[in-house]
């Protein structure tokens, strides 16, 4: 490494330290020979919203500066010590970065400049892959937008949870790949949302990386005017029928059963009371008989 070279950058810094130690040319054309190096990167992963530290692990070093890039940018590190920020070092060098967004996905180059008691100082140059997590539950019929497409997005995947591979939703250069799905600006938007919606969508760059997962879920809570409801009415409701017809039916045989014996009970009586008339005009003997035969039956 070529030590002056590093000397007039560090220099640079000590006389303007709030400045990238490169003019832009030099910041791409080092960016570009980091982003084709053969060293790996780092892989990061953070939930939106929340926070991702880039460790640098140079604690027996002495830092003297840090610089910060991203898509041929350099982003600016808060140093002190209270820092109102998003992007903050802590420790000797590593950066935070916090309230974490879909745009923060991506390719990250930490140049750290050191001196671990050398007469000039050193450069290490660091890469990371930051990968963005986020959870979403949709109510069925609604809308589902992810502001998922980013300036380096490649293409959309999307995983389902019923084991049948992964299908491209959406591909730069080519678009949505269903009438139900379009977009706007960086969002994705699939109209009409279905349990067949649901799963893993995951955000790919150029090269394959994966830079964002949304994990998308059918929410259950309050579902209002959807099949699913229309169906467990029509159920509840075609048990509460059959539970009335049955009962009504039960009621009707008892009242029929009723009736019959009392219908019954009073032809019985009137045969008998006419009979009885009958035989009093008639012969006194056969009515005898007959008063007989029925106090024998009773």
Known sequence: MDTSSNSNEYKHYQDCPTKV????LNLLLLLCLVYHSESS???VSGIKGGSVTLSCDFEDREILVISL???????PVCQEKNCSGRVFKEGSCDVIIKDLIFSDAGKY??????NNDQREPKREILKYHLHIQDEISVKRGEELKMDVLLINADKVQHWTNRSTGQKEVWTRGHGVRSDRLNISDETLIINRFTVTDTGTYRV???EGEILITVTVTESKGNLNNTDEDKTDDSEHHTVGYWIVAVGLTVILVLTAVVLHKHLLRDHVQCVTRRRKEGLRSGDPEALEVYEDLCRGSV
Do not use: A, G, H
């Open 204 to 206: 790919l760059d150029s």
């Open 41 to 43: 990167s780092i892989s």
């Open 21 to 24: 130690p490169f003019n832009r």
């Open 109 to 114: 180059i930490l140049i750290v400049y050191y």
């Open 69 to 75: 890039n991203s898509q041929s940018e350099n982003i």
